[in-house]
């Protein structure tokens, strides 16, 4: 069996009274997609933000590659080789769609700040680096078009994918991916299901919350429930639409009817 890439052994965080994650272990290999759902106040924003830094863990720890990141400020985590997108978008309205993805690629500029200072000879290196890369990535998910289009214009879908441009831009080795798939319509989530399995083709394995279950299903193959802070099942998509606590916690029949039958 692969090394695992991501390994989080008994994760818990707690905010004042509230447990809000609960001894949580998950381990992710190279090269997978791998799904984390569960109702509203689950515990699974929480969970990514103990990964990413975020939030420093009250129990447990969290390795990548074996490297222990307990403690870490998030951009040494980024440099680590985990990125990640927001429940709710965050990107510069103002600023174009390649100016986003380069913000993005800022985290691997060799050049340092005295070298950006007088503009020496490898930050300009650097920037025209991160043009070329910058629009590569565009192309990657599709929005190529609308490089120079300040990302306030772009459509709520193609926003979504321009943020994943932006952390695919840190060239990391996993991807969190939070509710990729909230607000777009059921072509954009045709589209975007491609893209989360060109991106694993890609050699970068993803980690996705997600409350769409049909993408869930769809792209997924493992998927760990959490409740109340709690993992409460892991397993194929097909062994979790029969299982009672996933049911009774947060699919509901019709839910995992319609799953089933994407």
Request: charged residues 30%; proline residues 5%; hydrophobic residues 40%.
């Given at each position: 069996m692969a090394e695992a890439l991501l390994s989080a052994g008994k994760v818990t965080k707690v905010f004042g009274g509230l447990t809000a994650v609960r001894e949580v272990d998950l381990t992710i290999s190279p090269g997978e997609i791998r799904g984390l759902?569960?109702?509203?106040?689950?515990?699974?924003?929480t969970f990514f933000n103990c990964i990413t830094g975020v939030y420093k863990p009250d129990g447990g720890e969290v390795l990548l590659e074996g490297r222990r990141l307990n403690g870490l400020k998030p951009h040494k985590i980024t440099r680590a080789g985990i990125a990640r997108t927001f429940q709710q978008i965050r990107l510069f309205g103002e600023m174009t769609a390649l100016e986003n993805v380069e913000v993005g690629l800022d985290a691997r500029h060799r050049?340092?700040?005295?070298?950006?200072?007088?503009?020496?000879?490898?930050?300009?290196?650097d920037n025209k680096e991160g043009s070329a890369e910058g629009l590569r990535l565009l192309r990657f998910v599709g929005i190529d078009r609308y490089a120079n289009e300040p990302a306030r214009n772009l459509s709520y879908g193609d926003q979504r994918r321009l943020e994943i441009a932006r952390a695919l831009g840190t060239k990391p080795k996993l991807l969190l991916l939070d509710e990729p798939a909230a607000g777009m319509n059921p072509k954009e989530k045709e589209g975007l299901m491609?893209?989360?399995?060109?991106i694993r083709d890609s050699e970068v394995t993803i980690l996705l919350i997600e409350h769409d279950m049909k993408v869930v299903m769809g792209v997924c193959e493992r998927v760990a429930v959490l409740d109340h802070g709690e993992k409460i099942a892991e397993g194929p998509p097909?062994?979790?639409?029969?299982?009672?606590?996933?049911?009774?916690?947060?699919?509901?029949?019709?839910?995992v009817e319609d799953a089933a039958g994407a």
């Amino acid at each position: 069996m692969a090394e695992a890439l991501l390994s989080a052994g008994k994760v818990t965080k707690v905010f004042g009274g509230l447990t809000a994650v609960r001894e949580v272990d998950l381990t992710i290999s190279p090269g997978e997609i791998r799904g984390l759902i569960g109702p509203n106040g689950a515990g699974k924003t929480t969970f990514f933000n103990c990964i990413t830094g975020v939030y420093k863990p009250d129990g447990g720890e969290v390795l990548l590659e074996g490297r222990r990141l307990n403690g870490l400020k998030p951009h040494k985590i980024t440099r680590a080789g985990i990125a990640r997108t927001f429940q709710q978008i965050r990107l510069f309205g103002e600023m174009t769609a390649l100016e986003n993805v380069e913000v993005g690629l800022d985290a691997r500029h060799r050049a340092g700040a005295i070298s950006a200072i007088f503009n020496l000879p490898a930050h300009r290196r650097d920037n025209k680096e991160g043009s070329a890369e910058g629009l590569r990535l565009l192309r990657f998910v599709g929005i190529d078009r609308y490089a120079n289009e300040p990302a306030r214009n772009l459509s709520y879908g193609d926003q979504r994918r321009l943020e994943i441009a932006r952390a695919l831009g840190t060239k990391p080795k996993l991807l969190l991916l939070d509710e990729p798939a909230a607000g777009m319509n059921p072509k954009e989530k045709e589209g975007l299901m491609e893209l989360i399995r060109k991106i694993r083709d890609s050699e970068v394995t993803i980690l996705l919350i997600e409350h769409d279950m049909k993408v869930v299903m769809g792209v997924c193959e493992r998927v760990a429930v959490l409740d109340h802070g709690e993992k409460i099942a892991e397993g194929p998509p097909e062994q979790l639409q029969k299982d009672p606590r996933v049911i009774e916690a947060y699919l509901g029949r019709g839910a995992v009817e319609d799953a089933a039958g994407a």
